[in-house]
Each structure stands twice: as C-alpha cells, then as structure tokens.
C-alpha cells in the first residue's frame, strides 16, 4: 500500500494500523502543539482514534479551524516505521502538506462583547426562564449577552436565531414557534442551559462549551475543545457570568477545581 495515498484521502487522517474499513490515528500533545502520528509519540500525551475509511465525513483532529501546512516525517521506533507531524529526532520528511480542517462546527464567538452589565434588557422574561428552570440567571444572562447582546432579531452566520441564538434543531427540540420571540427564545435557551448543567453536573464551563459548540465537541475532546472560538466564548462567559453576579447583589461562585498533579 502507498503510503501517501491514505493520508492525503483522509484529509492528512493519517495511515495507521488498518482493521477491516478502520484505521487508528494518534492524536498527541506536547508544549501546546498537536500532532498525528502512526504511533504515540515519546513525550507527548496520545489518544488513539479510530477512523472509518467509509465515513461521509471525518473528524477534525487538529482542534483549530482553518488552513494548515506543514511536513510528514518517518522514522523508525520499536522495530518498525512510523509517521508523524512532529519532526522528532531521527525524522526524515516524506512530503509537504496542506490541510483545511472541516468547516461543519457550530462553534461561534458570539455577537455580544464583555462589557458593563445590562439589566434593563428583558428583564421580566429572565427572571420568569429561570425560576421555572432553577437555573442561576445572572448565568442565563451572561450567555444571552454574549450570543446575541439581547437582540432578539439576531442572526448568526451559522444560522442560529434570537436572544438566545438557538440553533435550528434546537428550535424544533423545544417547539419554539417564533424564534424571534424574546420570552420563546429565552425560556428555551434556559431549559437547555438546564440539561446541559444536569448532564455535566453543575460544571458551568462544560456546560457554556457545549452551548457553543455541541455536546458532541465537548465529548470527542474530552472537556472545552480546542476550537479558538470556543475558548473565547466559554472565556467571555465565565467574565460576563461575574460580572452579572455582583450586579445582582450575588456572592461570587468559587473557582474551578484543577486537575490533581
């Protein structure tokens, strides 16, 4: 087998140890660089995907969205030769590559920016949303301020909607009639914001990631994924959530627990 042919295929998938239609591709880790490799690479911390060569449409790997260039290397490692976008020391380039990672991602930065507070937007429409749903509203607030600044005629380039910039499957999931409609959108936008708290356990972060960029991103990387709109978005939110938070005469929420080391 060629190969060159596969990777070039698979959108630079990859070639890795084939099984039936499947291939395992290494997504790995190090000083804030990713790589894909045939193997896990020493020093890196690795996770093995498993690629269909039959599916419609691949995952994105690389994390970032956009155009990408870069170098295929071979090296020999336990007896047998692998490949990988890392030139690590006894490398050898193959070829040179450009890569355009999938465009199919809902994740967005948002229309609103971190700025003052607004209380006076909607104000009777939040309150209602978040005592039926239980949720925290100056955190209901924070994300409608940075979908959409509060405005209900909003309309994204990913085509969600309203004050809540409700995606269309999401408009059908909550029968919202009028997404448009500031008391539709935002109650809306509060019973998902509920699920996705539930789902994650009170992890406001997980929860406002998948609120960009789907439960499915946010599963697939294990946490935030490294979409750059993404991490501005949860950024903007987390700023905006305290911000609303002392507005409203509340106690600051305590940080996020880091990994144990």
Same mark, same amino acid.
């Given at each position: 087998?060629?190969?060159?042919?596969?990777?070039?295929?698979?959108?630079? %998938?990859?070639?890795?140890? /084939?099984?039936? *239609?499947?291939?395992?591709?290494?997504?790995?880790?190090?000083?804030?660089?990713?790589?894909?490799?045939?193997?896990?690479?020493?020093?890196?911390?690795?996770?093995?995907?498993?690629?269909?060569?039959?599916?419609?449409?691949?995952?994105?790997?690389?994390?970032?969205?956009?155009?990408?260039?870069?170098?295929?290397?071979?090296?020999?490692?336990?007896?047998?030769?692998?490949?990988?976008?890392?030139?690590?020391?006894?490398?050898?380039?193959?070829?040179?590559?450009?890569? #355009? /990672?999938?465009?199919?991602?809902?994740?967005?930065?948002?229309?609103?920016?971190?700025?003052?507070?607004r209380m006076d937007a909607f104000p009777r429409e939040f309150r209602s949303a978040a005592k039926k749903t239980g949720i925290d509203e100056a955190w209901l607030r924070a994300i409608a301020h940075a979908e959409s600044y509060f405005?209900?005629?909003?309309?994204?380039?990913?085509?969600?909607?309203?004050?809540?910039?409700?995606? &269309?499957?999401?408009?059908?999931?909550?029968?919202?009639?009028?997404?448009?409609?500031?008391?539709?959108?935002?109650?809306?936008?509060?019973?998902?914001?509920?699920?996705?708290? /539930?789902?994650?356990?009170?992890?406001?972060?997980?929860?406002?990631?998948?609120? *960009?960029?789907?439960?499915?991103?946010?599963?697939?990387? *294990?946490?935030?994924? &490294?979409?750059?709109?993404?991490?501005?978005?949860?950024?903007?939110?987390?700023?905006?959530? %305290?911000?609303?938070?002392? #507005?409203?005469?509340?106690?600051?929420?305590?940080?996020?627990?880091?990994?144990?080391?």
């Amino acid at each position: 087998m060629n190969p060159t042919r596969p990777l070039i295929a698979l959108a630079f %998938a990859l070639l890795a140890s /084939t099984h039936g *239609n499947a291939r395992t591709v290494y997504r790995c880790i190090r000083d804030g660089t990713v790589s894909l490799a045939t193997a896990p690479e020493p020093g890196s911390q690795c996770f093995a995907k498993e690629l269909d060569d039959d599916a419609a449409a691949l995952p994105n790997l690389w994390g970032r969205m956009g155009v990408f260039h870069g170098t295929l290397y071979k090296r020999e490692q336990d007896g047998r030769t692998v490949y990988s976008t890392r030139n690590l020391p006894g490398s050898t380039p193959v070829l040179g590559f450009t890569v #355009a /990672t999938p465009a199919g991602s809902p994740a967005h930065a948002g229309l609103g920016r971190v700025g003052a507070p607004r209380m006076d937007a909607f104000p009777r429409e939040f309150r209602s949303a978040a005592k039926k749903t239980g949720i925290d509203e100056a955190w209901l607030r924070a994300i409608a301020h940075a979908e959409s600044y509060f405005d209900a005629k909003a309309v994204s380039d990913k085509g969600a909607r309203g004050v809540m910039q409700l995606m &269309p499957e999401t408009i059908a999931d909550y029968g919202v009639r009028d997404p448009f409609d500031a008391k539709q959108s935002i109650l809306a936008g509060a019973k998902l914001l509920k699920a996705l708290w /539930t789902r994650y356990e009170g992890d406001l972060v997980l929860a406002a990631a998948a609120y *960009n960029a789907g439960a499915g991103a946010v599963a697939q990387y *294990n946490g935030v994924p &490294p979409y750059v709109e993404t991490q501005e978005y949860v950024a903007k939110v987390q700023a905006l959530h %305290a911000r609303y938070r002392k #507005a409203m005469k509340l106690p600051p929420l305590p940080g996020q627990l880091a990994p144990a080391r």
